[in-house]
């Protein structure tokens, strides 16, 4: 299993006709097996770069990923459903940028995510450079350290991955049922003994992290509005 993370720079307030457009996207690529819809969020302003739209798709590896390419570039090959879309779409979008995601061992599937039936109001996304050759040692650290930190407020882990493209990244998110929730573990974080522990592993690592907020988009499978249309 390999991601699709797609960060869109979006035109004005186009962010929610972007987001509807690429639900009933998304409703085709899995009726099709081009691929499957995570999420799509929109950006908190006032935790990010905005406006702005994040998609994370689900591919079956780089064999199903070779196909969802040679249906965009191959002429004989082409998605007849994909080029219109696009096109329709720039009223939307402006630009972004894409990362190819490769999950951690313990991290989990759309299956996973849709079983447990972890929905949440605001995910958050964890973007980190470290020096290379650490990634395992991170996410071990991730695993065993950060992860029951965040389960004891009801904060579940939706996503943790490498970006094979950009060696020495990685990107976890989270997913907090409220907003609330995830302000109070900002709030009150420094005097938590675990999570200093884990700052100062960070420091050690020379670590960069970038954070923001996302919240999901109704009718996603992470939105408690998951049957919306």
Not at 27 to 44: A, F, G, H
Request: aromatic share 14%; proline share 7%.
């Amino acid at each position: 299993m390999i991601y699709l993370h797609e960060t869109i720079e979006i035109r004005g307030d186009g962010a929610r006709p972007y987001m509807a457009a690429v639900l009933e996207r998304a409703r085709y690529s899995e009726e099709n097996k081009v691929s499957r819809l995570v999420c799509t969020w929109q950006v908190i302003g006032s935790t990010s770069r905005w406006p702005r739209v994040v998609n994370l798709w689900e591919i079956d590896g780089w064999g199903h990923w070779a196909q969802s390419l040679a249906r965009q570039f191959d002429p004989s090959l082409q998605d007849t459903h994909l080029r219109p879309w696009w096109s329709a779409m720039v009223r939307y979008r402006r630009g972004g940028f894409d990362r190819i995601l490769a999950p951690a061992a313990f991290c989990p599937t759309r299956s996973d995510i849709l079983a447990r039936e972890v929905r949440g109001w605001v995910t958050e996304q964890q973007i980190y450079v470290l020096p290379p050759g650490s990634l395992p040692q991170f996410f071990e650290e991730v695993e065993f350290v950060l992860r029951p930190l965040f389960q004891l407020r009801s904060i579940s882990l939706v996503g943790a991955y490498s970006v094979p493209m950009r060696p020495g990244e990685a990107l976890i998110l989270w997913s907090a049922p409220d907003f609330a929730s995830l302000c109070h573990w900002w709030e009150e974080r420094e005097a938590v003994e675990g999570w200093r522990a884990w700052q100062q592993r960070l420091s050690r690592w020379k670590a960069r992290q970038r954070v923001s907020w996302l919240v999901p988009f109704a009718g996603t499978i992470l939105s408690p509005q998951r049957e919306a249309r």
